[in-house]
């Protein structure tokens, strides 16, 4: 491999980082912007096992070497952005988002926060989308990879041979990515996060450094680079958070970094690339990345709302300008030996000082949870009900569990169950209010959550494949138990609004089209209940808030700013009818539809808060306020349901 500066590829690194963060900033024509994080994989494999192979085959390879030069190319803007963000967070961030980012700081601080977020949530989450270290966890891939890789590399020539050192490569690819494909469809975050999973990606890089293909000659070298171009920028116009990824849609700017890097600067888009725009973007691109996110993260958190195009702009150029002295005035004066430190045992001795240091602040965050004494009790009391116990598996044992995701809990007095609530994540929110119910009117029954699925039969979702056949479980328990009535509780709004559905061999992709099948499902769900001799209500999902009602009402407390540079917490009453209206069609022949607008909705807005306490633990599931509030208004309706033949329900009609 040649050791020529190629200022092609810092060109390929801003075509890398520029996506990102413009679609972190929220720039929707950039919905795929994700990938350039696969073509800083490419690239940095590329880079690093050139480097290796060279040093190994002529006998000069030094493990501590390796690490100095990892040390001053990473660590010194990484620990400044982790303790300037952690000190952000003492401002803006709740116990319990304190608490986390206590565990991310710990994580990246290690190299591990790639599997500290894996078991956190999943990065397109809106949860996720509020934490200020998420960007790390590709750093951390990085790493942990090249603590295996170069070890792996220097037993196979020392070893095994050159030979064999080189057909472990593209083997190796072939392999990770045939597990990537296998394990995507099971478990889409650990296919994004685990290193052995996206190892493909450097070791595309590392292929074209070992194994150095001769170029195409003359005009197919051209065609070659632009190629490799539209592979990288089809994706970031084309894709979307929605996009499965990894796997298969991996490939193209994978592939396209590759052939970029092996056109070489002489080709077409390699010298486009090659031009001082991009190069010089393209040389803060490391710095750019570290800055983005928490810059990103923490003002939209204070606002409660997304950026507007000014302020995103603004933001961008602040970015740059951040990033430009960052690369200046902290990566140059550690990266090389004539800087500021110039002895490995100084580069490792400020690292570990660095290390420790970051230890202590992110163990103090997780060890004293959150550090709740920074605030007054009123404004904790708010945030805690983020931290309710809202999920059925929390609030009592399964009694029946059907998976990992399904389960039945027992409600009200000890007997065979007469009542079935069933629903989705909703109803297990729900279950202080029933359980208290059914107490009171002497009634057994039963909750059944069937998590992240709408409680109707047969309505397919791609991204959720136990959905139906565990409805269809459901529905056999409760006959073979001989339930009376059965409650259908769920938000439905993935299905109304953005997942792909089908019902009856029709698809269901757009608006018209996802609100049919829905319509379509729960009239059908209800006439089989009722063909079994089950009475059915319906119960209107709640309407929800754009954002995590608990700690948005916390920064609105601590971090009071002029309400008309705030989002809007409510929803209006006008698009929760709107998006209500395919499930009342639906509902038409139900024994009872309980509606929760008369309660929430009002004056044109829809409530999140009673009293000063959120109504919504997260963005959506009902806290126990919103329990105690519903179950004086709900309460004696579900009673004369469960207590009453059908017969007597108005305008209850089945021929």
Excluded at 61 to 88: C, H, K, N, Q, W
Excluded at 137 to 150: D, G
Excluded at 633 to 646: E, H, K, M, T, Y
Aim: aromatic residues 10%; hydrophobic residues 50%; charged residues 15%.
């Amino acid at each position: 491999m040649s050791t020529t500066y190629r200022p092609d590829i810092d060109g390929l690194r801003t075509v890398a980082v520029l996506p990102v963060v413009l679609f972190h900033l929220g720039f929707e024509i950039f919905g795929g912007g994700y990938v350039g994080v696969d073509v800083f994989f490419v690239i940095s494999g590329y880079l690093i096992s050139g480097i290796l192979w060279r040093d190994m085959q002529r006998g000069r390879f030094s493990l501590r070497d390796f690490y100095e030069r990892r040390a001053r190319r990473i660590l010194p803007v990484l620990f400044v952005v982790l303790t300037l963000t952690g000190l952000a967070g003492l401002a803006v961030l709740t116990p319990a988002e304190l608490d986390e980012l206590g565990e991310t700081l710990l994580g990246a601080v290690f190299f591990v926060s790639n599997l500290v977020l894996y078991l956190q949530s999943g990065y397109f989450d809106a949860a996720s989308h509020a934490k200020p270290l998420l960007h790390t966890w590709s750093l951390a891939v990085e790493e942990q990879f090249y603590i295996f890789f170069p070890l792996i590399l220097w037993a196979l020539l020392r070893f095994a041979g050159e030979r064999a050192a080189r057909w472990a490569i593209p083997a190796i690819i072939v392999t990770t990515f045939a597990a990537t494909l296998w394990i995507l469809p099971k478990d889409t975050s650990l296919a994004f996060y685990a290193t052995p999973l996206r190892a493909w990606e450097l070791l595309a890089g590392a292929f074209l450094a070992i194994w150095t293909p001769r170029r195409l000659p003359g005009a197919a070298n051209h065609a070659v680079s632009v190629l490799g171009l539209g592979l990288i920028l089809g994706p970031v116009f084309l894709y979307t958070a929605e996009t499965r990824f990894p796997g298969l849609t991996a490939l193209p700017p994978v592939l396209g970094a590759a052939l970029l890097i092996w056109a070489g600067p002489g080709a077409l888009a390699g010298r486009l690339l090659a031009l001082r725009p991009f190069v010089g973007v393209g040389l803060i691109s490391y710095s750019l990345y570290m800055w983005h996110w928490p810059m990103i993260v923490l003002p939209q958190l204070v606002l409660i709302r997304p950026l507007g195009l000014v302020e995103q702009l603004g933001l961008l150029a602040l970015m740059l300008a951040v990033s430009w002295l960052s690369w200046k005035y902290i990566e140059g004066p550690f990266r090389k030996p004539t800087g500021l430190l110039k002895t490995s045992r100084g580069v490792f001795a400020a690292s570990g000082a660095a290390l420790l240091s970051l230890s202590v602040l992110g163990a103090l965050f997780v060890g004293a949870q959150g550090l709740p004494g920074r605030f007054p009790a009123p404004v904790l009391q708010i945030a805690r009900t983020a931290e309710e116990v809202g999920g059925l598996r929390q609030q009592c044992p399964f009694e029946t569990q059907l998976s990992r995701t399904v389960g039945f809990c027992h409600l009200g007095p000890e007997g065979p169950p007469r009542v079935l609530v069933w629903g989705d994540s909703h109803a297990a929110a729900l279950y202080p209010m029933m359980e208290t119910l059914l107490q009171q009117q002497d009634m057994p029954g039963e909750i059944v959550a069937n998590y992240g699925c709408p409680p109707v039969l047969n309505l397919v979702e791609p991204d959720t494949p136990h959905c139906a056949p565990f409805a269809q479980r459901i529905l056999d328990r409760a006959i073979d138990q001989g339930v009376e009535k059965i409650i259908l509780v769920g938000i439905w709004r993935g299905a109304l609004l953005t997942k792909v559905t089908e019902y009856q061999g029709r698809p269901g992709t757009d608006r018209d089209s996802r609100r049919a099948n829905v319509t379509a499902a729960l009239t059908d769900m209800i006439a089989s209940l009722q063909g079994q001799g089950i009475d059915v209500a319906v119960m209107m999902p709640v309407p929800g808030s754009p954002y995590s009602v608990p700690e948005a009402m916390f920064r609105q407390a601590v971090l009071p700013l002029p309400g008309t540079n705030r989002g809007e917490l409510r929803r209006t009453e006008a698009y929760y009818a709107d998006l209500t209206a395919p499930l009342r069609a639906g509902a038409t022949r139900a024994d009872l539809v309980l509606e929760v607008a008369p309660l929430l909705c009002a004056e044109g807005s829809c409530a999140v808060e009673t009293g000063g306490q959120p109504l919504y633990r997260d963005t959506n599931h009902p806290s126990h306020a919103m329990n105690r509030l519903l179950l004086p208004v709900l309460g004696p309706q579900i009673s004369s349901f469960i207590n009453r033949d059908a017969s007597t329900f108005a305008g209850h009609d089945r021929s």
